[in-house]
């Protein structure tokens, strides 16, 4: 297809509530959104990276900086017919996987209108509703968490995840356990552990979590599966991995039982089809997780999860609990079973608000090809 031209924006979007993990606290969002003019048709992309380099080496300023001087270049000049051509197209950049899911995924958008279908049956989905959690953040204090589980499993949601680190784990983990004896319940450190911490970590085993998520380091798989061994509770990696080669090497050192997949941390939906693929022949569930995602980034999260393999309830839920005014329509909602309906229209399902997102833009660039002067 003919690239047209590149929009790059920088959006700033407040949160409803602040999010803290174990690296820090956030407030407001800086996301960067492409927008793909091809033939009429208009792809978009969400940049996950965060704000600062805390979660993974990328920000919203490097990937700004690697896309507006090495992907949308590229891309323009290549023209590509598929999503899936775009990781050989951009396979010189090294590392910045979130910059080059942010071009890909506006490409795999593209293609599903061009082809008149719904994004989660080009991506081969198999599901008309998919199971929704929440990632709750770590509180001031435990009895705000209790009333904020109590809001979300009212509201329907299947499975709850906390934030943890030292010294908001086990004490939290049995006040909770307490109180709801039979919760699906997970927990996720963000590299917050040491090795020394072992045997902390290990007495999580009392709580009948469905999982902890990347306890020990960022890049880590040999250390997991050290621990793995002498735990239970079976272990999911997130940060870890960046590909299927990464799922691999997880799955056969056994650092982990379940796979927590992100669409800009592997790249795009090839390499997040190629992740499920891994797994899911060797019979490690994933689901999708999340990053405090626009809209746009939340309905290409919601199609990655309609595959086969996404069985266990991914970090993706509903517009309301981010941002007041989502930049789609209509917003992303979970009904009271803590599910999501699978839109069934062309490409990503739901209409960009053009107007808010313009109000809420803080930066933009236009990326066209090189004019052919005869
Ligand atoms: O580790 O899953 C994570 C948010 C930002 C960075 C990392 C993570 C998260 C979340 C939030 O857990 C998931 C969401 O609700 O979008
Ligand atoms: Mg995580």
């Given at each position: ?5 590149i929009?790059l924006r ?6 409803v509530r602040?999010f ?6 956030t407030?407001n969002?800086r ?9 009429g048709l208009?792809?978009w992309g969400?940049c996950t ?8 080496a990328?920000?919203t300023d ?6 507006v001087?090495?992907?949308a270049?590229k891309?323009?000049a290549?023209s590509?017919?598929h999503?899936g051509?775009?990781?050989?197209l951009?396979y010189s950049?090294r ?6 899911a942010t071009?890909?995924n506006?490409i ?8 008149g279908?719904?994004?989660?049956i080009?991506?081969g989905g198999v599901?008309e509703t998919?199971p929704?959690?929440?990632s709750?953040g770590i509180?001031p204090?435990?009895p705000?968490?209790?009333s904020?589980i109590?809001?979300e499993l009212?509201?329907?949601y ?6 943890c680190k ?9 006040r909770v356990?307490?109180?709801?004896p039979d919760i699906?319940l997970?927990c996720?450190?963000n590299s ?7 045997d ?19 890049d880590?798989?040999?250390f ?7 735990m239970n509770?079976p272990?999911?990696?997130d ?10 090497a997880a799955?056969?050192?056994e ?8 669409l800009?941390?592997?790249g795009g939906?090839?390499?997040a089809i190629?992740?499920?693929n ?9 689901w ?5 995602e626009?809209?746009?980034?939340r ?5 990655l999860?309609?595959l ?7 970090d993706v839920?509903?517009?309301?609990r981010?941002?007041?005014?989502d930049?789609?329509?209509p917003?992303?909602i979970?009904?009271?079973r803590?599910?999501i ?6 490409g990503r399902g ?9 109000k809420?833009?803080?930066r933009?660039?236009?990326i066209r090809a090189m004019a052919?002067?005869?």
């Amino acid at each position: 297809m003919r690239i047209d031209a590149i929009i790059l924006r920088e959006l700033h979007m407040p949160l409803v509530r602040p999010f803290e993990t174990s690296f820090g606290v956030t407030r407001n969002r800086r996301i960067i959104l492409a927008e793909i003019h091809s033939e009429g048709l208009i792809g978009w992309g969400e940049c996950t990276a965060g704000e600062r380099p805390h979660f993974s080496a990328e920000s919203t300023d490097t990937a700004w900086q690697v896309l507006v001087n090495e992907l949308a270049p590229k891309l323009v000049a290549e023209s590509p017919e598929h999503g899936g051509d775009c990781p050989r197209l951009f396979y010189s950049v090294r590392g910045n996987p979130m910059a080059r899911a942010t071009l890909e995924n506006a490409i795999w958008d593209l293609e599903a209108q061009r082809e008149g279908i719904p994004l989660s049956i080009l991506l081969g989905g198999v599901r008309e509703t998919i199971p929704c959690g929440v990632s709750l953040g770590i509180q001031p204090s435990i009895p705000e968490l209790l009333s904020i589980i109590e809001r979300e499993l009212a509201a329907g949601y299947q499975r709850i995840k906390l934030k943890c680190k030292p010294g908001w784990d086990v004490e939290v983990f049995e006040r909770v356990r307490n109180r709801w004896p039979d919760i699906t319940l997970s927990c996720d450190a963000n590299s917050a552990y040491r090795l020394r911490d072992e045997d902390h970590i290990a007495s999580f085993d009392a709580f009948d979590l469905l999982m902890i998520e990347q306890p020990l380091w960022h890049d880590d798989f040999y250390f997991h599966s050290v621990l793995q061994k002498r735990m239970n509770t079976p272990i999911c990696l997130d940060e870890s991995i960046h590909n299927r080669r990464d799922a691999l090497a997880a799955i056969e050192m056994e650092s982990c039982r379940i796979i927590n997949i992100k669409l800009g941390r592997v790249g795009g939906f090839s390499e997040a089809i190629a992740v499920h693929n891994a797994a899911l022949e060797r019979g490690i569930p994933v689901w999708c997780g999340g990053m405090l995602e626009s809209g746009i980034g939340r309905s290409h999260n919601i199609a990655l999860s309609t595959l086969e393999g996404f069985t266990l309830p991914g970090d993706v839920s509903a517009s309301a609990r981010y941002f007041t005014d989502d930049i789609i329509e209509p917003k992303v909602i979970v009904s009271p079973r803590g599910e999501i309906a699978i839109p069934d229209s062309p490409g990503r399902g739901y209409e960009v608000r053009s107007d808010l997102i313009e109000k809420l833009t803080v930066r933009k660039e236009t990326i066209r090809a090189m004019a052919l002067v005869a």
